[in-house]
């Protein structure tokens, strides 16, 4: 059990890695390989694959078993990491990163699966602070560990370098027992999971692009929103006749399940909309580089490892869970407080305050509402719940980050000229008064994302609140 543990946390946070890691580089990428309009779709590209993905694998899970699904995951990242790290263009560059996320969202949704089947309902709280750990380490420490690849090695290895990782992960999964799911005599809905594919793309792909590439109030946005909005209502119809749907129906009819997949999606809106900018004030605002920035994230890392793992200990201690993420709620909403008065001047001990209780509910809170979403539905649809949860906190992270990102854009355009805006080194570069004015006006788009974000985890704590704990056994 041991080395199956390993397998999946190793995979999980190679995974979660490249969702942050390949940010950092995304300047050097534009300038060896042109493109600078398209660099955006590099980590957008892997969001929408990832996110359309997710629930496919899950029920691929249910239907085959979580060994056999999370090896393909696997495989596919690894090619897509291959394809992105030797690219020669920027198109080859996309095609890698939306191969790779959908090895990904695989990877996300499948490796908790796979632990959860083999292990007592109690035990699994011991594995969800583990996962948790996993996956918010990666995530925070993406950028430093990006800095320090580009600046060693070259942009090429912050996808390269995930290759031998994945291997190991690989051969430690396959130690796990293959347990045959129930055979089922309904055949697979492929139609439906081709409907809902296409409506969780398009809608991540209007988040994404939408207030970037094009206006939110323009043809291609209305064009978007119509067609995925379509085909989200036909997906629904279909999964509600299907005789073995992909993401089904009936699992929203219990009120936990809907409650504790309703707060993956408000935690993924807090998470990656309101928090992941605070990489960027250090580095816009404060004048850090990528690596300092980094370090300069080590509380929120700590408290999110430290909260992660006596979390899961304490649930296999009593059985009891409800309570972790409920707090984790409340300290998402203490942190987003401390942060709503930042200035360019902020003291750096109440920076690295604010991110302390930030990285503790977060550690205390995301992964506990997978192990919630699990507890809510039987043995059979372990995999779908858990890739339920995992789906609902990525696609609330592409909601968080399109309207928060649109938040601090629309304070930018009105407050300064186009011709100010650029990367740190050259902001860096202007004369005082100038980049003065683009610290107040960054800073002030920041604190309306964090003020914003604190009714959604005020929200998250009222649906979690809703879920009825059954004590794990």
Known sequence: MPAVLGGALVALFAASLTNTIAGIALPTIAGELGGQDK????????????????????????????????????????????????????????????????GAGGILALSNALVAGLVPARERGRYTGWFGMSFGVASVAGPLAGGLVVGAWGWRWCFLGVVPIAAVAAVLVRLAPHRQPPASRAPVDYAGGALLTGALGGLVLLLSAA??????????????????????????????????????????????????????????????????????YLQVVRGHDAVGAGLLMLPQIGTMILASVLTGRRIVASGRWKVFPAAGCALLVAG????????????????????????????????????????AVGPGDLGVAGS?????????????????????????????????????????RLPAALAEAVHLTYTSGLRLAFVAAIPLAL??????VTVRETPLR
Do not use: H
Request: proline share 7%; charged share 10%.
């Open 211 to 280: 207030g970037s590439a094009w206006p939110w109030l323009s043809w291609p946005s209305l064009v978007l929103a119509l067609v995925a909005g379509g085909l989200g209502v036909a997906a629904l119809a279909r999964e509600l006749r299907a005789a073995d749907p992909i993401l089904p129906p009936r699992l929203f009819r219990v009120p936990s399940f809907a409650a504790a997949v309703g707060a993956s999606f408000l935690l993924g809106a807090v998470m990656f909309g309101g928090i992941i900018y605070l990489p960027q």
């Open 336 to 375: 987003l407080v401390m942060l709503a008065p930042l200035t360019p001047a902020t003291s750096p001990w109440w920076l690295a305050a604010a991110m302390a209780v930030l990285g503790a509910g977060t550690g205390m809170a995301q992964q506990v509402l997978v192990l919630a979403a699990q507890n």
């Open 459 to 464: 929200l998250a704590f009222a649906a979690v």
């Open 39 to 102: 660099v955006a779709w590099v980590a957008s590209a892997a969001l929408l694959t990832m996110t359309a993905a997710t629930p496919l694998w899950g029920k691929g899970a249910d239907r085959r078993g979580p060994r056999p699904l999370l090896l393909a995951a696997i495989a596919v990242f690894v090619a897509g990491s291959l394809i992105a790290g030797t690219a020669s263009a920027m198109g080859w560059l996309i095609t890698g990163r939306a191969v790779q996320g959908a």
């Open 388 to 428: 339920a949860a995992t789906f609902a906190r990525s696609l609330g992270g592409a909601v968080g980050v399109a309207a928060f990102g649109s938040v601090i854009a629309s304070r930018l355009r009105d407050g300064l000229p186009g011709d100010l805006l650029g990367t740190p080194e050259q902001i860096a």
